[in-house]
């Protein structure tokens, strides 16, 4: 099984909501990733996981609340979100977290649009 | 630093080759390719370490040449499932798995 999984595929919030996005990987990676996407933008990095603990945050809004439960699960808690925030929400995960050997596999997104 | 591709867009006809060029202000140890077709997730293609290897896969491929800090895809004889968006990404620091992307090529294979 090579493949993230990424739910739900679209959300729709309003400012004062809370929602959270699932990641979630079953080839044995111990890195995970968060990434933000806006239109015809490249993925910019938000969160890694290495072993379950947070090793880099990119000074991400509070409002941005990731947790990683287990080694094959990432999410993403999402807290009073401004419209600005609205982007495709990418899940990666390779082995471990250093990039000189290790690829990265992307979940499909989640597209949330905040109102 | 986010590294620099070019040219930002290509169109080609079927069969036709190209050339995307990656290059950074800082020294690179990697060059990650990656692939995004629109709506899909970015598809990892290849990596390119310290040393100057070339590396292939199907027909497109890549070099890196550290002195010049910059890195080169190949896309030779060009099917139209290459038509997608072209992402180089490096190491941001000390190999912490921080991947910083440039701002993309765009490639449309036309018949």
């Known amino acids: 099984d090579t493949e993230v999984t990424q739910t739900p595929k679209h959300l729709v919030m309003g400012m004062t909501n809370k929602k959270s996005l699932k990641c979630e990987q079953h080839?044995?990676?111990?890195?995970m990733y968060w990434y933000k996407q806006k239109a015809k933008k490249p993925p910019e990095l938000m969160f890694v996981y290495s072993y379950e603990k947070l090793s880099i945050n990119e000074s991400v809004p509070s409002r941005f609340s990731p947790e990683c439960p287990n080694s094959s699960l990432l999410n993403l808690h999402l807290h009073a979100l401004q419209p600005e925030d609205s982007a495709l929400y990418l899940c990666a995960s390779s082995q471990v977290a250093g990039v000189d050997t290790n690829e990265q596999f992307f979940g499909p997104g989640t597209r949330l649009t905040v109102l | 630093q986010q590294p620099v591709q070019s040219p930002q867009a290509v169109i080609l006809r079927e069969g036709e080759d190209a050339v995307i060029n990656c290059s950074s202000s800082k020294a690179l140890y990697s060059v990650h390719w990656y692939r995004q077709k629109h709506g899909e997730a970015p598809v990892f293609l290849m990596i390119?370490?310290?040393?100057?290897e070339q590396k292939g896969h199907e027909k497109i491929s890549a070099s890196f040449n550290e002195k010049k800090q910059q890195s080169s895809l190949y896309l030779t004889a060009s099917q139209l499932s290459y038509s997608g968006t072209y992402f180089c990404g490096t190491d941001g620091s000390s190999n912490t798995g921080k991947l910083i992307f440039g701002q993309g090529t765009t490639l449309q294979v036309k018949p």
């Open positions: 390119l370490l310290k040393g100057g």
């Open positions: 080839m044995g990676h111990r890195a």
